[in-house]
C-alpha cells in the first residue's frame, strides 16, 4: 500500500532574508533544547542549544528563544543562503528519563530561494 | 577530533535476516546513543549506552539490541527483520550524556527487501 510519510511544516524564504523556524515542546519538565540542521543523506548536524534557565541564546547568524509559558522554542537565522537548505528539527532532554535521550520534533523543511 | 563515525554506510537485507551496525563515538565520548529515522515516523531513540552498559531505552520491540564496549564504540543488532525497519539508523555520542549536546555520524542506510 501506499506509505503515508510526516508532513513537514516548509518555510521558503529569499536569499539574504530572515528565517523563523518555530517549534512546541510537550513536556515541561523539559530542561535543555536543541536545534539541529539535517541536509539531504547526512546526519543531524548540532546547530545552537539552550537551557531552560535561559530565553536567549545567539550564535554565529543563529538565534534560539525559549518561552517556557506557552512551551515554544524558535530558531532565527539572519541573512539566510542558500546553504541554509534543509530540515531543522527541535529536540528536547527531558530530565525526568534520568538519561540521555532526545526527543525530536517532526522538523521544519527550509528552502532558500538564490 | 574525528567525528562519529558509523559502517556501513549503505546495507541490503531481506526479511528474517539479521544485521549488526557499528559506531565510533568522538574520541573521549562515552555516551551512546542510537536513533531510528523513518519517513513515517521520523526520529525515533532506540537506546542509550554508557559506561559498557544500557543506561535507557525506547519503545523498541527486543529485536533490537545493542552493545558497547570498553573504547565505547557501540554496536546495535537487529534480528529477524521485517520490511519495516527499513531506515537511517543514526548514532550520536556525547562526553558524559545527560543534558549535553549529543554529536550524530552520518548514519547507516538499512533497506530490507
Known amino acids: 500500500g501506499e506509505s503515508v510519510g510526516l508532513h513537514l511544516p516548509t518555510l521558503s524564504v529569499q536569499e539574504g532574508d530572515n528565517s523563523i523556524i518555530n517549534c512546541a515542546y510537550s513536556?515541561?519538565?523539559?530542561?535543555?533544547f536543541i536545534w539541529y540542521k539535517q541536509e539531504s543523506g547526512k546526519g543531524p548536524q548540532f546547530i545552537i542549544d539552550?537551557?531552560?534557565?535561559?530565553d536567549k541564546r545567539q550564535g554565529q547568524r543563529v538565534t534560539v528563544l525559549l518561552n517556557k509559558t506557552v512551551k515554544h522554542l524558535s530558531l532565527q537565522i539572519a541573512a539566510t543562503q542558500p546553504g541554509d537548505s534543509a530540515v531543522y528539527f527541535c529536540?528536547?532532554?527531558?530530565?525526568?528519563?534520568?538519561?540521555?535521550?532526545?526527543?525530536f520534533g517532526t522538523g521544519t523543511r527550509l528552502t532558500v530561494i538564490p | 577530533k574525528a567525528g562519529v563515525t558509523q559502517t556501513p554506510r549503505y546495507l541490503i537485507k531481506t526479511r528474517g535476516q539479521q544485521v549488526t551496525l557499528s559506531c565510533s563515538p568522538i574520541?573521549?565520548?562515552?555516551?551512546v546513543s542510537w536513533y531510528q529515522q523513518t519517513p513515517g515516523q521520523g526520529l525515533q531513540f532506540l537506546f542509550e549506552?554508557?559506561?559498557?552498559?544500557?543506561?535507557n531505552k525506547g519503545n523498541f520491540p527486543g529485536r533490537f539490541s545493542g552493545r558497547q564496549f570498553s573504547n565505547s564504540r557501540s554496536e546495535m543488532n537487529v534480528s529477524t527483520l521485517e520490511l519495516g525497519d527499513s531506515a537511517l539508523y543514526l548514532c550520536?555520542?556525547?562526553?558524559?550524556?545527560?543534558?549535553?549536546?549529543?554529536?550524530f555520524g552520518p548514519g547507516t542506510r538499512l533497506l530490507v527487501l
Open positions: 549506552y554508557f559506561s559498557e552498559t544500557q543506561r
Open positions: 539552550i537551557r531552560s534557565n535561559m
Open positions: 550520536a555520542s556525547s562526553l558524559v550524556g545527560f543534558g549535553e549536546t549529543q554529536y
Open positions: 529536540a528536547e532532554n527531558r530530565s525526568v528519563t534520568g538519561a540521555n535521550n532526545l526527543f
Open positions: 513536556n515541561s519538565a523539559s530542561d535543555y
Open positions: 574520541s573521549g565520548h562515552r555516551s
